[in-house]
């Protein structure tokens, strides 16, 4: 069973708008949490992460909300740019040594 | 360049064959780890390492072997190669703290085996 899930597999959104990217997680003993931006035939990078003390962190277009009752995150862009078109992973993690990601969301900024 | 460096990026196995992903980064970071992605299922622990001469299981062990013997390298044995293990391989490495920066991840191993 997925401890970290984003049940939307694809999300589409034009250009200058907001994309939101959903995560859920199962184990309330995670208490940080990262996204990470991957391109095709690279690496995952890391994007923006929260610790389970906030419940907003901010950089630059990047936004990640955290809701600790409802067991929920949130990845914002705004705007969105056709550059920012990748899969993008939500990840928890419950200590120093291990990473749980999600199955991903591939974001297409529409021109 | 600073980073993680894997190699090969390409390979492809005939079942039963085994072979060495390898792993390097530059960075003195104490962390290191070994992820497999597959479609649907994002990535997925499969070994990691606090330190040199220290390593420990993940979520899919299975089938594959590690060590680390320096703070450099982290090299991904598989031992009898499987069709299953067909995946793209990401080594990622990081300080051990909860810093923000995340993982460094290399460009990845694409790995077919038949």
């Known amino acids: 069973d997925q401890q970290v899930k984003q049940n939307s597999p694809s999300l589409s959104v034009q250009e200058g708008r907001i994309s939101i990217l959903n995560c859920d997680y199962t184990?309330?003993?995670?208490?940080?949490f990262l996204w990470y931006k991957k391109y095709p035939a690279e690496g995952p990078t890391f994007l923006i992460s929260?610790?389970?003390?906030?419940d907003k962190n901010e950089d630059g277009r990047f936004t990640v909300f955290l809701n600790k009752s409802a067991k929920h995150l949130s990845l914002h862009i705004v705007p969105s740019q056709p550059g920012d078109s990748a899969v993008y992973f939500c990840?928890?993690?419950?200590?120093?040594?291990?990473?749980?990601f999600g199955p991903g969301t591939s974001l297409s900024v529409i021109p | 360049n600073a980073g993680v460096t894997q190699t090969p990026k390409f390979q492809v196995l005939k079942t039963g064959q085994s072979m060495t992903l390898q792993c390097a980064q530059d960075?003195?970071?104490?962390?290191m780890s070994w992820y497999r992605q597959d479609p649907g299922m994002g990535l997925r622990l499969i070994h990691y390492s606090v330190g040199a001469g220290i390593t420990d299981q993940g979520e899919v062990p299975n089938g594959y072997n590690v060590s680390r013997s320096t703070t450099e390298d982290f090299p991904l044995r598989l031992l009898s190669a499987a069709p299953s293990q067909t995946s793209v391989y990401f080594c990622?490495?990081?300080?051990?703290?909860?810093?923000?920066?995340?993982?460094?991840f290399g460009s990845g191993t694409r790995l077919t085996v038949v």
């Open positions: 990622a490495s990081s300080f051990r703290d909860r810093s923000l920066h995340g993982y460094t």
């Open positions: 990840a928890a993690s419950p200590d120093y040594d291990k990473v749980i």
């Open positions: 929260i610790s389970s003390i906030k």
């Open positions: 960075m003195n970071h104490e962390y």
């Open positions: 184990n309330s003993m995670f208490d940080y």
